[in-house]
């Protein structure tokens, strides 16, 4: 692999890297939000609809965008049951096979199907049903497709990078995939 294609791979890691920021500080402001909401309808007996979908709002960047963080960083669900014991080599081989044959592949197929449900929202201009509510829909459901993009972009970086480690291009144990480079 090239060093340049390894300096592409790096910057796309960092940009999500920078995402996966992002939405941790958006947990916090939702938690925050959430908590707000639940006191003033508890003990005040108020409540309004824009900020009871603004919570669903950010919960949704915060899955959908912070999906593609924590992939990144390794955080995903693993049966380390058996991971745990296998050679830096074959855990290379399956980073490298999960993100060629399942990641990109599933990320790109819900992008597809995203695309149509996202662009017919934008279309209308969509907005909430519901009397008070937020107007982005639309922002909301691109959110699908967009996240599933980072997810791509992790996927890519994975492949190139797990691969010029399988070709010798860096030995495994400088830098292993999900290590947050």
């Known amino acids: 692999m090239t060093a340049p294609a390894l300096r592409l791979v ?3 890691d960092a940009v ?9 500080w958006l947990t916090l ?3 925050l939000l959430i908590s707000g909401n639940t006191l003033a309808r508890y003990f005040f ?5 824009w900020l009871q979908e603004l919570e669903w709002h950010l919960m949704a960047v915060v899955a959908l965008w912070g999906i593609s963080s924590m ?3 390794g955080s995903q669900v693993r049966v380390d049951l058996f991971y745990q014991h296998y050679s830096a ?3 290379l081989w399956i980073e490298f096979l999960t993100a060629l044959l399942v990641m990109l592949p599933f990320s790109v197929f819900v ?7 996202t662009a017919h929202s934008w279309s209308l201009a969509e907005i909430s049903p519901d009397p008070g509510g937020l107007p982005w829909r639309w922002a909301v459901k691109s959110l699908v497709v967009s996240g599933y993009a980072l997810l791509a972009v992790v996927a890519v970086t994975t492949v190139v990078r797990t691969g010029a480690q399988l070709a010798g291009a860096k030995p495994a ?3 292993g995939p999900g290590d947050g480079h």
């Open 16 to 24: 999500i890297d920078r995402i996966g920021r992002l939405t941790a």
């Open 71 to 73: 992939q990144l960083r």
């Open 173 to 175: 144990s400088e830098a």
């Open 89 to 91: 080599r074959t855990k």
């Open 111 to 117: 992008c597809y199907l995203g695309w149509k449900f």
């Open 45 to 49: 007996n108020a409540s309004t609809v």
């Open 29 to 31: 402001a939702m938690v």
């Open 10 to 12: 790096d910057a796309a």
